[in-house]
């Protein structure tokens, strides 16, 4: 006889929320599941394993009396049309739990490498003077205007910013998938990015799935947090008006970041039309027009009601993907996915007996070792 077992129905209805299934993919993998949802039938505990892999939740949580309550890990700051979002789903849990082991393990490698608290780490309350706090992190992160200038394209721009980061001990993940899992796609619609603030191994993840534009926005932002030593979720996009005072705040000084009030009014063009200014300052500030227009309504340059004419304009405009500077090969993507800095880090400790296979398996998300060697092979290391 086979033994089936009793699940209530919202355990599996909150299962397929929290693992944002496809209603076709579901019922093409397990036919009977809308008898069960309806108690009408049983899965046997091997269906139901199955089906717990298939969403992404843990066996033991489908026989609770109740689907549990699951708190975020670090404080969430996203709105959504001013109203709290809804539960999150386990791809962006999965996201924040992987990211926050590998801090835990990079904080330990940098610790036994003796490496000292990064100063900048809370060196910002949001009474701090906007424009001091962006005066200082363009400074400590080398933000260089003129470099920027000369970079051929915004994948570029990305990349730079993204460098500069590391350069001073950050570690910056950017990625639109879960771990190494193509199959489990990040949605912008539920985060933008968060920060995992440390002294000595502060983190920084961007989902990838937006634009390059919204990408060098969310990097800016989620830096603004790393100098306040919050560790948030964030939901701000470039186009977005936040109520909250922090996000408000972050959004202040990334204006200010990317384009200083004093070079942004010499480098516009009075004699020239507002198309031709956009053109000119997207080139030469690597960001979107939309960060552009909303630069100069906040300058005074473009007055509300020019603002909003233009904006609505280029909000129908689609921005670029994440390709240009980066490269394709799987390595390339890998480093991006961990960062540079942790996944060198991680490599070299792997291969010198520090750190085992198998943690490093599961934090780069892959399975075999010549997977591993080859990674290795890209940051000049030998291994054979």
Known sequence: MINRVTIRPELFQWACKRGQVDPDKLEKRFPKYTEWE????KPTHKQLEHFAKF????????FLKEPPVE??????????????VQQPTSNLLDTIYLCLQRQDWYRSFSLEEREQPLPFVGSATINSDVQSVADDMRSVLHFNETDRNKLPDWSCGLQYLSNQAESIGMLVMIS?????????????????????????????????????????????HELAHIWLGQSV???????S???????????????????PKKSMIENFQKNFSIDENLRILTRHYKVSTIVILQRLKDLEILQPDEFMEYYRIEMQRSYPKPYGCS????????????????????????????????????????????????FAKSFNMRVD
């Open 55 to 62: 969403t992404h939740v843990p066996i033991w949580t489908l």
């Open 233 to 239: 979720l964030s939901k701000a996009s470039m186009d």
């Open 176 to 220: 639109s998938i879960v771990g190494n899992n193509t199959h489990r796609k990040l949605k912008v619609e539920e985060f933008r990015g968060f920060s995992l603030a440390d002294p000595i191994a502060p983190l920084i993840f961007i989902n990838g799935v937006g634009s390059i534009a919204e990408q060098i926005f969310t990097l800016s």
């Open 38 to 41: 309806k108690g009408f039938s």
């Open 327 to 374: 490269r394709s090969s799987f390595n390339s993507a890998l480093k991006n996915r961990v960062s540079h800095q942790f996944g060198s880090a991680l490599v070299a400790s792997t291969f010198s007996g520090d750190t085992s296979f198998t943690d490093t398996f599961h934090y780069l998300g892959i399975r075999k070792t010549s997977t591993l060697k080859s």
């Open 71 to 84: 708190e975020m890990p670090i404080r969430d700051l996203r709105t959504m049309d001013n109203q709290d």
């Open 241 to 259: 008006f936040p109520d909250h005072h922090t996000e408000q705040w972050c959004h202040q000084v990334v204006a200010e970041l990317l384009f």
